[in-house]
């Protein structure tokens, strides 16, 4: 009998044949060995078919596992189903951090950095690019052992979609803690968030505008505060006092309450703002972990874009305003720093990304997704390979400079195509010709 398992959002249902969660991993190694073909779920928070199957699905959250930190040379060895919220509260009380964080906490970090998945900042390239190592069973069972160092095709290897097998373990660099301040600001008119885009995206570690594109937009600026400065926020003495604010800055105003990403939604759930201190993990995303929303009645797509056509896509979003706002509830623009890994959405470029809260409802949200498609495609853009786009593989394989490397290395790694699923077959086919 088939199971059914749904996504966060509920709009995909996954109709595995057989789901399995192994309890050790010899018992996971055999599940792989034995099944046709099998594909892995994170947490479920993608918006499309990535990670369905009507074959095998594992799930890898009976698997134990453990954070080893090893202070020294700076990594941490973390089990791939290790939520964000778990691994950051974890790398903090031992003195440590990721570089960067999304917006929601809740997301595993095998499936984030499948998928390509980002948070904001100049400076911050996507959660994969920091991966130094990888423990995966490949399609026989066996334990593969990957590392940036020594493993050719490791640039191929991180962002890699499910396709090359279940990863089991992640090694990641990790920094020193470290201590944000949030302020925002609303009420930035869109021509002038447009003309002063380096500006904006600069002022802070990681940065995020959010806007309907018809009305203004809403500046999230997450400044990183130099350790022992903490109560200097503010600019109240000191030697080295980060600056204060602007209360007014880019035409907006500074906000002396919460704010919620979608103005008018209650803030409780949001992470701390006004300029209060706080670590990383608990300031770089936007929603609080110990919030852990369910479900969502929401739709979501994203664009990355070269940083340097950042002004001609925005200008064409915001002409665009009037067809997307009536099906948008939020969209959010943010810059993500390039990294080499071959199907990364921002490989080999500076990025800015355009990303689309939209109503749960896809009919009506198709309309202004294909106009938005239409336009950003011919700037350069690459879809979120966890959220809804329309394009379809034939667009999303060409905005990669090294899909035919990564079609190679899946026709090396996994010929029969063991963990390939529709949605990877119909981008790079068992065998390899489109
Ligand atoms: C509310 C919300 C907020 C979000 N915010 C952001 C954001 O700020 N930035 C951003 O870029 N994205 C964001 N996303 C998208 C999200 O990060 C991606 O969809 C991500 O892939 C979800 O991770 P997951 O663990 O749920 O993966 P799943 O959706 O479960 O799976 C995604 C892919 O990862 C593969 N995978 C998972 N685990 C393994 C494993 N162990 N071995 C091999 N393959 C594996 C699956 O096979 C599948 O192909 C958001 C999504 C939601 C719902």
Same mark, same amino acid.
């Given at each position: 009998m088939t199971e059914q398992i749904r996504n966060w959002a509920g709009n995909i249902d996954l109709r595995p044949a057989r789901a399995h969660r192994p309890a050790t991993l010899s018992e996971l190694q055999r599940i792989v060995a034995e099944a046709n073909r099998v594909r892995v779920l994170g947490s479920g928070h993608s918006f499309n078919r990535i990670a369905d199957t009507r074959d095998d699905l594992v799930l890898l959250d009976a698997l134990p596992g453990d954070v080893e930190i090893d202070a020294e040379a700076r990594t941490a060895t973390v089990p791939a189903g290790i939520r964000l919220a778990e691994l950051a509260s974890r790398l903090h009380a031992a003195g440590f951090a990721l570089a960067n964080l999304p917006s929601?906490?809740?997301?595993s970090l095998a499936g984030a950095c499948a998928t390509g998945t980002h948070g904001s900042g100049d400076a911050n390239p996507g959660?994969?690019? +920091?991966?130094r190592a990888l423990r995966i069973v490949g399609p026989a069972g066996d334990v593969v052992e990957l590392s940036r160092d020594s493993s050719p095709d490791f640039p191929g290897s991180v962002v890699a979609l499910g396709a090359l097998g279940v990863v089991t373990h992640l090694t990641v660099d990790i920094v020193p803690t470290f201590t944000i301040a949030q302020h925002v600001y609303e009420g930035v008119p869109l021509p002038e968030l447009m003309a002063d885009f380096d500006t904006a995206f600069s002022a802070g570690y990681s940065v995020s505008a959010f806007t309907d594109w018809v009305g203004t937009a809403s500046l999230w600026v997450k400044r990183q505060i130099p350790a022992g400065a903490q109560h200097l926020v503010g600019g109240q003495g000191g030697q080295h006092p980060p600056a204060a604010p602007e209360p007014d800055w880019l035409g907006g105003r500074l906000m002396d309450r919460p704010a919620h990403?979608?103005?008018?939604? +209650?803030?409780?759930?949001c992470t701390e703002q006004l300029g209060v201190p706080g670590p990383w993990h608990e300031r770089l995303?936007?929603?609080?972990?110990?919030?852990?929303?369910?479900?969502?009645?929401e739709l979501q797509s994203e664009f990355f874009l070269p940083r340097t056509r950042a002004a001609e896509a925005l200008a064409v979003v915001h002409k665009l305003g009037p067809v997307i706002a009536?099906?948008?509830q939020i969209s959010e623009v943010r810059t993500v720093a390039a990294d080499d890994l071959w199907l990364s959405p921002s490989s080999g470029r500076a990025t800015v990304t355009l990303h689309f809260t939209w109503s749960p409802d896809l009919t009506a949200v198709t309309p202004a997704l294909s106009a938005l498609e239409q336009e950003l495609l011919p700037l350069g853009a690459r879809p979120h390979w966890g959220k809804v786009f329309l394009s379809g593989p034939a667009a999303a394989r060409a905005a990669y400079e090294k899909a035919d490397d990564f079609q190679q290395l899946l026709d090396r790694q996994d010929p029969e195509g063991k963990f390939r699923n529709d949605f990877v077959r119909d981008l790079f086919p068992v065998g390899g010709a489109l």
């Amino acid at each position: 009998m088939t199971e059914q398992i749904r996504n966060w959002a509920g709009n995909i249902d996954l109709r595995p044949a057989r789901a399995h969660r192994p309890a050790t991993l010899s018992e996971l190694q055999r599940i792989v060995a034995e099944a046709n073909r099998v594909r892995v779920l994170g947490s479920g928070h993608s918006f499309n078919r990535i990670a369905d199957t009507r074959d095998d699905l594992v799930l890898l959250d009976a698997l134990p596992g453990d954070v080893e930190i090893d202070a020294e040379a700076r990594t941490a060895t973390v089990p791939a189903g290790i939520r964000l919220a778990e691994l950051a509260s974890r790398l903090h009380a031992a003195g440590f951090a990721l570089a960067n964080l999304p917006s929601l906490p809740h997301i595993s970090l095998a499936g984030a950095c499948a998928t390509g998945t980002h948070g904001s900042g100049d400076a911050n390239p996507g959660l994969a690019a +920091p991966v130094r190592a990888l423990r995966i069973v490949g399609p026989a069972g066996d334990v593969v052992e990957l590392s940036r160092d020594s493993s050719p095709d490791f640039p191929g290897s991180v962002v890699a979609l499910g396709a090359l097998g279940v990863v089991t373990h992640l090694t990641v660099d990790i920094v020193p803690t470290f201590t944000i301040a949030q302020h925002v600001y609303e009420g930035v008119p869109l021509p002038e968030l447009m003309a002063d885009f380096d500006t904006a995206f600069s002022a802070g570690y990681s940065v995020s505008a959010f806007t309907d594109w018809v009305g203004t937009a809403s500046l999230w600026v997450k400044r990183q505060i130099p350790a022992g400065a903490q109560h200097l926020v503010g600019g109240q003495g000191g030697q080295h006092p980060p600056a204060a604010p602007e209360p007014d800055w880019l035409g907006g105003r500074l906000m002396d309450r919460p704010a919620h990403p979608i103005p008018g939604m +209650p803030t409780e759930n949001c992470t701390e703002q006004l300029g209060v201190p706080g670590p990383w993990h608990e300031r770089l995303p936007h929603f609080r972990p110990e919030f852990t929303p369910s479900s969502g009645a929401e739709l979501q797509s994203e664009f990355f874009l070269p940083r340097t056509r950042a002004a001609e896509a925005l200008a064409v979003v915001h002409k665009l305003g009037p067809v997307i706002a009536p099906v948008l509830q939020i969209s959010e623009v943010r810059t993500v720093a390039a990294d080499d890994l071959w199907l990364s959405p921002s490989s080999g470029r500076a990025t800015v990304t355009l990303h689309f809260t939209w109503s749960p409802d896809l009919t009506a949200v198709t309309p202004a997704l294909s106009a938005l498609e239409q336009e950003l495609l011919p700037l350069g853009a690459r879809p979120h390979w966890g959220k809804v786009f329309l394009s379809g593989p034939a667009a999303a394989r060409a905005a990669y400079e090294k899909a035919d490397d990564f079609q190679q290395l899946l026709d090396r790694q996994d010929p029969e195509g063991k963990f390939r699923n529709d949605f990877v077959r119909d981008l790079f086919p068992v065998g390899g010709a489109l």
